[in-house]
């Protein structure tokens, strides 16, 4: 049952019995009671008083009695100015919980056998490179991306994970090259490390040795009459290093058979690198594009669109769109040389998607330092003819800084995301052993539990912020039993369950009428809020919405359970609904988490 639509109905009566007024459902708005006031639900009744000419207390008054009479979940009513604060009877409480436990899916919308007229989203995150491995800003990209497709799930959508992996290109060749010439034949097996570290190793010391050539080069350049910052770009075109880099780029563009070998077998070793990190973050995809599949199709839309004079050609042979008419500048689609620059491929990318999927709408999750890209390739693609291609949502994050500042890929100071999981995994578990939540356990389960843990305490400190906004990661702060953690919400769900296992038989709601107190109403009242907390979140594309409800409805249930017992309450009756309200705080919390990404242990 539920109590708002049963009151805004019984609301929609009375204002039409009252005063002849027929009211829309936008003027029947319930919210939640504020705390200084007595009663658990309040209607806003200024949107009446017109047709009621009178003064709103009156109103209220008129409407108040109105629903104490003819509204069974109403048990009484106060006026305060023209909000009308309607108290619940314990009785509707009681029916409310009563759905909710039956409700296995409590919340959400999962979807229906029958998926005729379903919407299908397509959710694009990670994105990674294949020179480098993961490193903290993927995992804020990949735990956002991944929740994001629960919440869209859980509000009916058909959801479609896909992950685009920038596989060619000048950085990729610099890697290469690297290998080439200091690798020796080094290979993961060889060296002990996974692939993805392995190659970007000499990402790191390709820049190296290359920024020693460009600082000798620009030296030689200064002493011939250049002035400082001219001879340092010079050095930047001419080192030799670069210079190799560019003719790799244009072999392997030609199809050189060594260069591509070598280019397959590198990337093997860096994808293999990347799933092991892919399921220890506990993400996946249904789809993985690769550019170097897409980028010429990206190049034969873009002639396609300059046959039919979407696009303009200069006199040096490179390809534009102008978009001055949209408010913006020129952007450039093909250089002079004819190759593609990262919008080309995003428009091949889209159109090997639109050939795979019959795709309502798309979803990128791409840092804020995009937003004009974003903005760019949708007017282009809606130019091109896709459906939803003006319709497309650039989901826009800020960055991840730590404590001591940005990171930097080249220079070999990022944060790498297998480092940071196991520095996390670690933590959880040193923390856990001194605060005496290990004991009684074999060393299996406590792994197994920091590992819980750790990554919740990770997922959990990232998700909780507004997506939109920048960060600072704390490790130190995100692994804490209290506050707003991760680790705070799963030691609640761990001892509920803890509770539930003492209790010797499976606790039904008693028959027979039950006096509720104050905290056991609002834990009801706020475990309903669920199902508006994951809709909220679907249209705001906001996990932090998720993450501070569970926090939320944690909070409430510590309250109640810190004022009452649950299995020492000499009153059967009342102990088994208290036991039913605890196992639906699990199912919530459990839910919700999930929603995160983050996995509930059963015992901590």
């Given at each position: 049952m539920n109590i708002e639509a049963l009151i805004s109905k019984a609301a929609g009566e009375a204002v039409k019995a009252l005063y002849g007024m027929d009211a829309t459902a936008k003027m029947l708005q319930?919210?939640?009671?504020?705390?200084?006031?007595?009663?658990?639900?309040?209607?806003?009744?200024?949107?009446?008083?017109?047709?009621?000419?009178?003064?709103?207390?009156?109103?209220?008054?008129?409407?108040?009695?109105?629903?104490?009479?003819?509204?069974?979940?109403?048990?009484?009513?106060?006026?305060?100015?023209?909000?009308?604060?309607?108290?619940?009877?314990?009785?509707?409480?009681?029916?409310?919980?009563?759905?909710?436990?039956?409700?296995?899916?409590?919340?959400?919308?999962?979807?229906?056998?029958?998926?005729?007229?379903?919407?299908?989203?397509?959710?694009?995150?990670?994105?990674?490179?294949?020179?480098?491995?993961?490193?903290?800003?993927?995992?804020?990209?990949?735990?956002?991306?991944?929740?994001?497709?629960?919440?869209?799930?859980?509000?009916?959508?058909?959801?479609?994970?896909?992950?685009?992996?920038?596989?060619?290109?000048?950085?990729?060749?610099?890697?290469?090259?690297?290998?080439?010439?200091?690798?020796?034949?080094?290979?993961?097996?060889?060296?002990?490390?996974?692939?993805?570290?392995?190659?970007?190793?000499?990402?790191?010391?390709?820049?190296?040795?290359?920024?020693?050539?460009?600082?000798?080069?620009?030296?030689?350049?200064?002493?011939?009459?250049?002035?400082?910052?001219?001879?340092?770009?010079?050095?930047?075109?001419?080192?030799?290093?670069?210079?190799?880099?560019?003719?790799?780029?244009?072999?392997?563009?030609?199809?050189?058979?060594?260069?591509?070998?070598?280019?397959?077998?590198?990337?093997?070793?860096?994808?293999?690198?990347?799933?092991?990190?892919?399921?220890?973050?506990?993400?996946?995809?249904?789809?993985?594009?690769?550019?170097s599949q897409t980028y010429l199709k990206g190049k034969a839309k873009v002639e396609e669109g300059l046959a039919k004079g979407l696009f303009e050609r200069h006199d040096d042979g490179s390809v534009w769109a102008d978009l001055t008419n949209e408010g913006l500048d020129q952007k450039l689609l093909l250089r002079s040389d004819g190759t593609s620059v990262y919008m080309t491929q995003d428009i091949g990318t889209a159109e090997m998607r639109y050939e795979d999927y019959p795709i309502d709408k798309m979803i990128y999750v791409v840092g804020n330092e995009q937003n004009y890209h974003f903005q760019v390739l949708s007017i282009l693609l809606d130019r091109l003819g896709f459906k939803w291609g003006k319709e497309l949502t650039h989901f826009s994050y800020g960055m991840v800084e730590l404590p001591n500042g940005k990171m930097k890929s080249r220079e070999g100071t990022v944060v790498d995301a297998d480092d940071l999981m196991e520095l996390m995994v670690e933590d959880a578990y040193k923390t856990s052993m001194e605060l005496g939540k290990f004991d009684d356990m074999t060393e299996e389960e406590r792994r197994e539990i920091a590992r819980i843990v750790g990554m919740g305490a990770l997922k959990y400190f990232i998700l909780k912020v507004d997506a939109r906004k920048n960060m600072l990661f704390n490790p130190e702060e995100s692994i804490d039993f209290n506050g707003n953690t991760g680790p705070f919400i799963q030691y609640t769900y761990a001892r509920i369950r803890s509770i539930l296992r003492k209790s010797p038989t499976q606790p039904t709601l008693p028959t027979q009428p039950t006096v509720l107190s104050d905290k056991e109403v609002e834990l009801i009242q706020k475990m309903n809020e669920f199902g508006a907390a994951v809709e909220q979140a679907g249209k705001d594309y906001s996990p932090s919405g998720i993450a501070n409800y569970c926090y939320e409805l944690t909070k409430v249930f510590n309250q109640f359970y810190h004022d009452y017992s649950i299995l020492n309450e000499p009153d059967e009756n009342i102990k088994a609904m208290r036991l039913v309200l605890a196992r639906n705080v699990a199912k919530i919390i459990k839910a919700g988490m999930s929603l995160l990404g983050i996995e509930v242990p059963e015992r901590m």
């Open positions: 319930l919210q939640k009671t504020r705390s200084e006031f007595e009663g658990n639900l309040t209607l806003v009744v200024f949107p009446f008083v017109k047709a009621a000419r009178k003064s709103p207390e009156q109103t209220a008054q008129e409407i108040g009695e109105y629903l104490a009479s003819n509204c069974t979940a109403v048990e009484k009513f106060n006026v305060v100015k023209g909000f009308l604060n309607l108290s619940i009877g314990d009785g509707a409480w009681m029916e409310l919980l009563k759905a909710i436990d039956e409700d296995s899916h409590f919340g959400t919308h999962p979807l229906p056998l029958d998926r005729d007229g379903e919407k299908l989203v397509m959710i694009e995150y990670s994105s990674p490179n294949t020179n480098k491995p993961l490193h903290l800003g993927h995992v804020r990209n990949n735990l956002l991306g991944w929740s994001l497709a629960q919440i869209m799930e859980a509000n009916g959508y058909r959801v479609v994970k896909t992950n685009i992996v920038n596989d060619r290109g000048i950085h990729i060749c610099k890697s290469m090259l690297a290998w080439l010439k200091w690798g020796n034949g080094e290979t993961p097996e060889s060296s002990g490390k996974k692939g993805d570290h392995l190659i970007g190793d000499y990402y790191v010391a390709f820049d190296k040795h290359y920024r020693e050539e460009v600082k000798e080069l620009a030296a030689k350049f200064a002493l011939s009459g250049l002035p400082a910052e001219k001879a340092e770009e010079k050095a930047k075109q001419e080192a030799p290093l670069i210079k190799e880099a560019h003719e790799m780029l244009v072999k392997w563009e030609q199809g050189d058979t060594e260069v591509r070998a070598l280019w397959e077998k590198m990337n093997s070793w860096v994808y293999a690198g990347f799933d092991e990190t892919y399921k220890k973050m506990g993400v996946g995809f249904d789809k993985i594009y690769y550019e």
